[in-house]
C-alpha cells in the first residue's frame, strides 16, 4: 500500500494569476482517470473527478473502486475522506472550479476501422471550453493519433468565452495495469507537448514531487507527445511478437526458448523485460494502440510503418491459435465433449480487466469447437461473464480441472504458478496434458506429479 504523503507547499503549487493553491479536475474515471485523480489528490491538490457515468461517480464518491487495481482503494479512500478528492457528472462543476483539467476519457478503436474514435475526447474538450469561466489549461492525457492535439488547440480556441487565457498540452500517460498507483504516484519520465511557458509552469507545479526526485521533465511539441505512447507501446508490442515467433522456430528446432531469451537479456541492447514467450498480449491498449498507430501511418503515407505493425499484430493474434491447436491435439484431434479447464481469464495477472483477453478469445475458441470449458480466474471472473456469458465459470483452480482432460495456463497469476501439481492431478481425467502457454510453471515439479506438460517453444 503506497503511504500518506505530505500536501505540497504553498509555495510549490499556488498558480499566480489567482493568488491560490491549484486546482485540478480529471475528465474521465476508468483506470487512467481515477487513478490519476486519487493520486493527485494523494499529492496535496484539490481535485475534481467527473464522468458521465452516475453510478460510477456514485461508487468513487463513496471510495469504492469499480475495477480491481491494487494500492488504488487505499489512495481513493483517503483521498474522499480527507475532502481533496470528489465526483460529479456536472462538467460546468469542474470547469468553473479547476485551473488545469486533465482529459483521460478513452479513444477505443472505431467499428469497422483500425482507427481511433475520438468522439468521446473531442466531447470532454468542447465541452470543458465552453463552461469555462477562467483562465484554464486543458491536458489531454488520452492516447490519440498524431495531429489530433493541434485540431483540438484550435476548436478550443474557437469556443471558449473570450478574455480568457485558454490553452491546451499533451501529457501522455505510461500507467501499467496492476501498477498503476506506482506508475503516477512515481513515473519513470513525464512527457508535455505543446505547452507555452505559462503552461508548462503549471505542469511542472503538478508534478513537482516526481521531479524533484529525479523523474525526467520532458517539454517536447504537441507531434511528439502524441506520439510517445502509442511508439512506446508499438516497440513492446514488437518485442513480444519477435519471441513468439522465435518461439515457433524453437518448437521445431528442439530449443529452449526460454533460456535463448535468458541469454539475450544480458545484452544492454535488448534487455530482458518483454522477452516471455506465450499467450501474446491484449487488454485495451497494446492491441487498438498499435492498430490506430498502424491506420495513421497510413493516412500519412509512412509504408514501412504499417507493413511492421501488420505483421507484430499478426503474430500475437496467431498465438491464440497456436494454443488451441495445441488444445486440440492434446485431445486426440478434437475437443468435442472434451473438459477443459482454463486457469486465467484477466490479459494479464494483478487485473480484472479482459478486454481484448488473449485467455478468454481461447477459451471461447475451444468452446465454439464443442469443448466443455471451465474457467477460473482470481480476480476476473465476474468481468469475463460479462464479455463470454457461454463460458463457465468456476470458484476456484480446484473447480477448474476437476475432470479436465486438458489443463490450459492462460494468466500468469501466482496462485497459479505456485499450485501444487501433485494435488491437482489427482483432480483430473487420467493422463491429463496441462498447456502452459505463458511458460510460467516450474516444468519439473509438473512433470514429476506425472503431468504430459507442454509449453511454447519449450524443449525441456
Not at 513492446?236 to 521445431?252: G, H, P, Y
Not at 529452449?256 to 498480449?281: C, E, P, S, Y
Not at 490479459?347 to 468452446?367: C, E, I, Y
Not at 464443442?370 to 474457467?375: D, H, K, L, P, R
Request: aromatic fraction near 6%; proline fraction near 5%.
Amino acid at each position: 500500500m503506497t503511504e500518506q504523503t505530505d500536501a505540497p507547499t504553498t509555495d510549490e503549487t499556488v498558480e499566480p494569476a489567482t493568488g491560490r493553491r491549484l486546482r485540478l479536475s480529471v475528465i474521465g474515471t476508468g483506470y487512467l482517470g481515477a487513478t490519476h485523480a486519487a493520486a493527485m489528490a494523494e499529492l496535496g491538490f484539490d481535485v475534481v473527478g467527473v464522468d458521465v457515468d452516475p453510478a460510477k461517480v456514485a461508487a468513487l464518491s463513496a471510495g469504492e473502486v469499480p475495477f480491481y487495481e491494487p494500492g488504488l482503494p487505499e489512495l481513493l479512500v483517503r483521498g474522499v475522506d480527507s475532502g481533496r478528492l470528489r465526483f460529479t457528472t456536472d462538467l460546468a462543476e469542474a470547469a468553473a472550479f479547476a485551473d488545469v483539467h486533465f482529459v483521460c476519457v478513452g479513444t477505443p478503436q472505431r467499428p469497422g476501422s483500425n482507427g481511433a474514435d475520438l468522439r468521446y475526447v473531442e466531447a470532454a474538450f468542447e465541452g470543458l471550453a465552453q463552461h469555462l469561466t477562467h483562465d484554464a489549461l486543458l491536458v489531454g492525457k488520452s492516447t490519440v493519433p498524431v495531429g489530433t492535439g493541434a485540431r483540438l488547440a484550435a476548436r478550443v480556441r474557437e469556443i471558449a468565452p473570450a478574455g480568457l487565457r485558454v490553452e491546451l498540452a499533451w501529457n501522455p500517460e505510461f500507467l501499467r495495469e496492476g501498477k498503476a498507483v506506482q506508475d503516477t504516484l512515481t513515473p519513470d519520465r513525464v512527457v508535455v507537448g505543446g505547452a507555452s511557458e505559462w503552461g508548462d509552469d503549471l505542469l511542472r507545479q503538478v508534478y513537482a514531487r516526481a521531479v524533484a526526485d529525479g523523474t525526467p521533465f520532458i517539454a517536447t511539441d504537441l507531434p511528439t507527445a502524441e506520439l510517445v505512447k502509442v511508439s512506446a507501446n508499438a516497440f513492446l508490442a514488437t518485442k513480444i511478437s519477435f519471441i513468439n515467433a522465435i518461439s515457433q522456430v524453437c518448437d521445431k528446432a528442439g530449443a529452449d526458448v526460454t533460456v535463448l531469451a535468458d541469454a539475450l537479456g544480458h545484452d544492454v541492447r535488448i534487455g530482458r523485460q518483454f522477452l516471455n514467450a506465450g499467450l501474446g498480449f491484449g487488454g485495451g491498449c497494446l492491441p487498438k494502440d498499435i492498430r490506430a498507430l498502424m491506420h495513421r501511418a497510413g493516412e500519412l503515407g509512412a509504408d514501412s510503418l504499417v507493413d511492421l505493425m501488420q505483421d507484430v499484430d499478426e503474430i500475437n493474434m496467431w498465438q491464440r491459435q497456436r494454443v488451441i491447436d495445441m488444445a486440440v491435439q492434446a485431445c486426440g484431434g478434437s475437443v468435442l465433449n472434451r473438459r477443459i479447464g482454463v486457469l486465467g481469464a484477466a490479459f494479464k495477472p494483478d487485473t480484472d480487466d479482459v478486454r481484448d483477453s488473449p485467455a478468454l478469445n481461447v477459451a471461447a475458441g475451444l468452446h465454439l469447437r464443442g469443448a466443455q470449458v471451465v474457467v477460473f480466474d482470481p480476480k476476473a471472473g465476474d468481468t469475463g461473464k460479462r464479455i463470454f456469458p457461454s463460458l463457465t465459470y468456476g470458484a476456484s483452480t480446484e473447480e477448474a480441472v476437476t475432470g479436465a482432460d486438458v489443463v490450459l495456463v492462460l494468466t500468469e497469476w501466482p496462485e497459479f504458478r505456485t499450485a501444487d501439481p501433485s494435488a491437482l492431478l489427482e483432480l483430473t481425467k487420467p493422463g491429463a496434458t496441462v498447456i502452459d502457454a505463458r511458460n510460467c510453471l516450474p516444468v519439473d515439479a509438473w512433470r514429476e506429479a506425472g503431468w504430459t506438460y507442454r509449453g511454447l517453444g519449450a524443449a525441456r
